[in-house]
């Protein structure tokens, strides 16, 4: 059964750091891309960011460049995002998801959540 | 990259049909065949329904049926039932090799 979850979300003030990871199980973790995608309260599924298998290709959301990092660790199983500057905007849940190619988002995590206020 | 459209909110009685519309450009959902839609109830982690415009996952119901014309794509659910009531998003690959969602819109069961 795949599994995915997430964790290291909080209360973090304006201007602080986070870094989230996903534990995955249950599938071959390194032959899959996988994504952040997190939903702010009151508003829709928004794509933060995605890695290819080999982390050779990544992509963010404009939105996004320059503060959040994501990051795979194939021998444990594992997907980070490193967050960096946060705002308040940021405060949302955040899912990992499993990518298939090209794309669509086959198995998701429970979220874990992220609130960024002083 | 701009949301896609999506409207607020839609509504049926147990039994009906009803479509939600998704509407993008050339750069992506008129531009690829990899529209997915995505069903999210309360405090639940969002569940595929529909990839590739209108292909089913394993133990999705036929009831749920996904299709495209130019810029828009659609999700169709026919005879709704009251566990259908659910936030729907619709997602399309884009130009940019990434992906886009779109705004959500919320199924009402009356």
């Known amino acids: 059964e795949v599994q995915l979850v997430e964790s290291g979300g909080g209360l973090v003030k304006p201007g602080g750091s986070l870094r989230l990871s996903c534990a995955a199980s249950?599938?071959?973790?390194?032959?899959?891309?996988m994504s952040w995608v997190r939903r702010a309260p009151g508003k829709g599924l928004e794509w933060v960011s995605s890695i290819s298998s080999s982390s050779s290709d990544i992509y963010y959301a404009d939105s996004l460049k320059g503060r959040f990092t994501i990051s795979r660790d194939n021998a444990k199983n594992s997907l980070y995002l490193q967050m960096n500057s946060l705002r308040a905007e940021d405060t949302a849940v955040y899912y990992c998801?499993?990518?298939?190619?090209?794309?669509?988002?086959?198995?998701w995590g429970q979220g874990t959540l992220v609130t960024v206020s002083s | 990259q701009s949301a896609l459209t999506q409207p607020a909110s839609v509504s049926g009685s147990p039994g009906q049909s009803i479509t939600i519309s998704c509407t993008g450009t050339s750069s992506d959902v008129g531009g690829y065949n990899y529209v997915s839609w995505y069903q999210q109830h309360p405090g639940k982690a969002p569940k595929l329904m529909i990839y590739d415009v209108s292909n089913r996952p394993s133990g999705v119901s036929n009831r749920f049926s996904g299709s495209k014309s130019g810029n828009t794509a659609s999700l169709t659910i026919s005879g709704l039932q009251a566990e259908d009531e659910a936030d729907y998003y619709c997602?399309?690959?884009?130009?940019?090799?990434?992906?886009?969602f779109g705004g959500g819109t919320k199924l009402t069961v009356l």
């Open positions: 997602s399309s690959y884009t130009s940019s090799s990434s992906g886009v």
């Open positions: 249950g599938f071959t973790f390194s032959s899959y891309s």
């Open positions: 998801a499993r990518l298939v190619a090209p794309y669509h988002f086959d198995f």
